[in-house]
């Protein structure tokens, strides 16, 4: 049987191609995809067993665990041990974002409104990066750590 690539509608990389895409993994992708932002691999969960009734949690943590070693899926640390899953969005394509996190509440914000030369800044020490330690740098991800609005009045 020819080996397919499984494509979504974004984010879907090349990238572990040998890996078959099964249906729990399909069923995360699919969750993943139409959610707004990030989920915990419990709401994942909830949502994947809406269509895959006999799925169990161990199954759905050790999918998101391939797609995550594969490329496919990016986790969030919030910083509250909760890892939050979103698709993974290659530099340059049209869901490319940074993170903004707080360390309290654990909010995440996506920016996609970059800073004037923030993308610049980011290829120049890719170049950078590569040239001194002989890497093909491929991907990155950016997230700052902080205090949200919010949080800070309380404080
Ligand atoms: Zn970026
Ligand atoms: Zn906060
Ligand atoms: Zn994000």
């Known amino acids: 049987m020819p080996r397919r690539c499984w494509r979504g509608g974004h984010g879907w990389r090349g990238l572990g191609c040998g890996q078959r895409l ?8 699919q969750a993943l995809s139409g959610a707004q932002g ?12 809406g269509r895959m ?3 169990g949690l161990a199954t759905v943590y ?3 665990e391939l797609l995550r070693t594969g490329g496919h899926i990016r986790s ?3 910083g509250d041990g909760k890892a939050r ?6 530099a340059g394509g ?8 707080c360390r309290q509440c654990g909010q995440v914000i996506d920016y996609m409104d970059f800073e004037k030369d923030e ?22 991800d950016i997230t700052f750590y902080g205090t949200c609005p919010n949080c800070a009045k309380r404080d």
Not at 38 to 49: N, Q, Y
Not at 85 to 90: C, P
Not at 94 to 101: A, D, Q, R, V
Not at 119 to 140: D, F, N, P, R
């Open 38 to 49: 990030h989920l915990s691999a419990d709401e994942i969960f909830l949502r994947v067993r």
């Open 76 to 78: 969030v640390d919030a």
């Open 119 to 140: 993308l610049a800044l980011v290829k120049k020490l890719e170049t950078q990066l590569s040239g001194k330690y002989k890497y093909q740098i491929a991907e990155h």
């Open 85 to 90: 899953y979103e698709l993974h969005q290659a």
């Open 62 to 64: 050790r999918n998101l």
């Open 94 to 101: 049209p869901g490319h974002h940074h993170h903004l996190i």
């Open 53 to 55: 009734p006999g799925i």
């Open 22 to 29: 099964t249906a729990p993994r399909q069923a995360i992708y």
